[in-house]
């Protein structure tokens, strides 16, 4: 069986998980006690921040470890939001965890703006300066797409919106980026910044929010005042640990080189197939996103499943109909129905990949012939 769904999720690597049962098992004492055990755990989740800013190439702000990417945005913006005529701004093309909650924001009566993205997949710029002003009190935005793998010009967006709305704050959703593409969060200028370990090869349930000033976020949990008292409760000192020894093994720039290496075979192996790939003027090569006409994704995807793993989009939102991503892009509902996506790891051989397009294609003629 081939393993091509590592935009939803990636295996723990041995080294992550030695150090997660290390800091479970012996080093387990709770960080916010004071005995001399407990100290040296609450010094190591300090040098544990550091080791983290430095991976993200920022000097300035704060880190705040949370449960994943969702609870993080959820944070960076929940913990943005201000009483008044204040403006919230959003992409259309946003993962569930922020689409879902700008919509909730917009239920109670925020006034909520979504910024269309281009046929590329990317944010359209010029609507973004649109509308932007002096009320806007918050932009979110993801850097990598996690269905389409587009890369917005985070550097771009943040330009404008110093220009147009000075008091705003710039969160991006960098999920599918980092570990992923080489980056230095401080030549992007933005406010806050969410990530989740288990998309390179880290636990599930532990992720962090980088925030350049902690002092206009507002704490969304009560409790006894841990990770600076925004996000109170135990840390998950064992995940955290795993986080980092997951994150500072990946060479990012060779596995980067590996991936694309590897999406080319992919879509080598495709060619002439009539299966159309959802096109980026700029993409990661760890997603692709594929149409196969004619035929519907799910049944295509349990045909594969006892071979080839391969997904329909967001794992947070695959067992819903649609794709809002894809119709953002203009895409209509029967090529939507027909969408696949494909995602790599540098662990995985030329050959492999190679022999999965294969798989993949001989059942997508065998699904078509059944369908006559």
């Known amino acids: 069986m081939i393993y091509l769904d590592n935009a939803a999720t990636t295996p723990l690597s041995e080294r992550a998980a030695k150090e997660q049962v290390l800091w479970a098992c012996e080093r387990f004492y709770n960080p916010s006690a004071t005995y001399v055990q407990a100290t040296k755990v609450a010094f190591a989740l300090t040098e544990a921040r550091g080791r983290l800013k430095k991976l993200l190439g920022v000097k300035d702000g704060?880190?705040?470890?949370?449960?994943?990417?969702?609870?993080?945005?959820?944070?960076?913006?929940?913990?943005?939001?201000?009483?008044?005529?204040?403006?919230?701004?959003?992409?259309?093309?946003?993962?569930?965890?922020?689409?879902?909650?700008?919509?909730?924001?917009?239920?109670?009566?925020?006034?909520?703006?979504?910024?269309?993205?281009?046929?590329?997949?990317?944010?359209?710029?010029?609507?973004?300066?649109?509308?932007?002003?002096?009320?806007?009190?918050?932009?979110?935005?993801?850097?990598?797409?996690?269905?389409?793998?587009?890369?917005?010009?985070?550097?771009?967006?943040?330009?404008?919106?110093?220009?147009?709305?000075?008091?705003?704050?710039?969160?991006?959703?960098?999920?599918?980026?980092?570990?992923?593409?080489?980056?230095?969060?401080?030549?992007?200028?933005?406010?806050?910044?969410?990530?989740?370990?288990?998309?390179?090869?880290?636990?599930?349930?532990?992720?962090?929010?980088?925030?350049?000033?902690?002092?206009?976020?507002?704490?969304?949990?009560?409790?006894?005042?841990?990770?600076?008292?925004?996000?109170?409760?135990?840390?998950?000192?064992?995940?955290?640990?795993?986080?980092?020894?997951?994150?500072?093994?990946?060479?990012?720039?060779?596995?980067?080189?590996?991936?694309?290496?590897?999406?080319?075979?992919?879509?080598s192996e495709l060619e002439g197939a009539g299966i159309e790939l959802v096109k980026t003027n700029r993409s990661s090569p760890y997603i692709a996103t594929f149409i196969f006409s004619g035929v519907n994704g799910e049944t295509l995807v349990r045909m594969l499943e006892n071979d080839v793993i391969v997904g329909r989009g967001s794992a947070c939102s695959a067992k819903k109909s649609g794709n809002h991503v894809l119709e953002a892009m203009g895409y209509n509902l029967d090529q939507i129905k027909g969408a696949i996506r494909v995602s790599f790891d540098a662990a995985l051989s030329e050959q492999e990949v190679r022999d999965a397009a294969k798989i993949v294609k001989q059942k997508y003629y065998e699904l078509v012939e059944k369908l006559k």
């Open 62 to 267: 704060e880190i705040i470890f949370t449960s994943g990417a969702t609870e993080a945005n959820n944070l960076a913006i929940r913990g943005s939001v201000r009483e008044g005529k204040w403006e919230y701004v959003f992409s259309s093309a946003e993962h569930a965890s922020v689409d879902n909650l700008a919509k909730a924001l917009e239920r109670e009566g925020r006034e909520v703006k979504f910024v269309p993205i281009k046929k590329t997949g990317k944010v359209d710029l010029e609507k973004l300066e649109e509308v932007l002003n002096e009320k806007t009190r918050l932009v979110s935005c993801m850097f990598v797409n996690n269905v389409t793998g587009a890369v917005n010009d985070v550097a771009a967006i943040a330009k404008i919106i110093r220009k147009k709305a000075p008091k705003a704050i710039f969160h991006v959703d960098g999920v599918q980026a980092f570990c992923k593409l080489p980056f230095k969060l401080s030549n992007l200028d933005v406010d806050a910044f969410s990530l989740s370990a288990h998309k390179f090869h880290g636990p599930k349930g532990v992720g962090a929010l980088y925030i350049k000033n902690k002092a206009g976020l507002k704490n969304q949990v009560y409790g006894g005042g841990q990770e600076f008292g925004i996000r109170s409760g135990t840390e998950n000192v064992p995940g955290i640990m795993a986080m980092l020894t997951a994150a500072e093994e990946l060479d990012v720039k060779g596995r980067l080189e590996k991936a694309e290496l590897l999406k080319q075979a992919f879509l």
